[in-house]
């Protein structure tokens, strides 16, 4: 996925990093990967898919386990477990994905664009993610 920030996330790590703002709450584990069927900014969610339009999509995502992703290396991050859902039903497309905390009032950390849109997707197709195919990448920010 291109473009992985989410601006809101990224400005309060900068303002407690840079400034005098208190440390912000750490992300509640496990992430969750979501996908979307339009792309948001990196100031606004995009549209998340559902059940209806996804025959066999898990709402809010699934979990990217825990810890979600490895250690830094020369400013990428990358998934640490595979991420699926099986299809029981024809799929809308979906053109991005974002990743999520899983606190009682969730924050969008990371979203993008995939590099290959998702369609074609027929019942009992599989849609995954290897592990490292979620990326975040600093220079991105």
Excluded at 54 to 63: D, I, K, M, Q
Excluded at 76 to 92: D, I, K
Excluded at 96 to 114: C, F, N
């Amino acid at each position: 996925m291109t473009n992985m920030t989410d601006r809101t996330w990224a400005a309060t790590l900068i303002n407690f990093s840079l400034s005098s703002n208190a440390a912000p709450t750490k992300p509640t584990q496990p992430l969750h990967l979501r996908l979307m069927t339009a792309q948001g900014s990196n100031t606004s969610n995009g549209t998340e898919a559902t059940a209806g339009n996804c025959p066999g999509y898990t709402a809010l995502g699934v979990t990217m386990g825990n810890p979600s992703f490895g250690a830094n290396s020369s400013g990428v991050s990358s998934s640490s477990n595979a991420q699926s859902w099986t299809a029981t039903g024809a799929w809308a497309t979906i053109v991005a994905g974002e990743v999520w905390d899983t606190a009682g009032s969730p924050i969008r950390l990371l979203q993008g664009a995939l590099s290959t849109s998702i369609s074609g997707i027929a019942n009992g197709d599989v849609v995954s993610f290897a592990v490292a195919a979620v990326t975040a990448d600093i220079t991105a920010w």
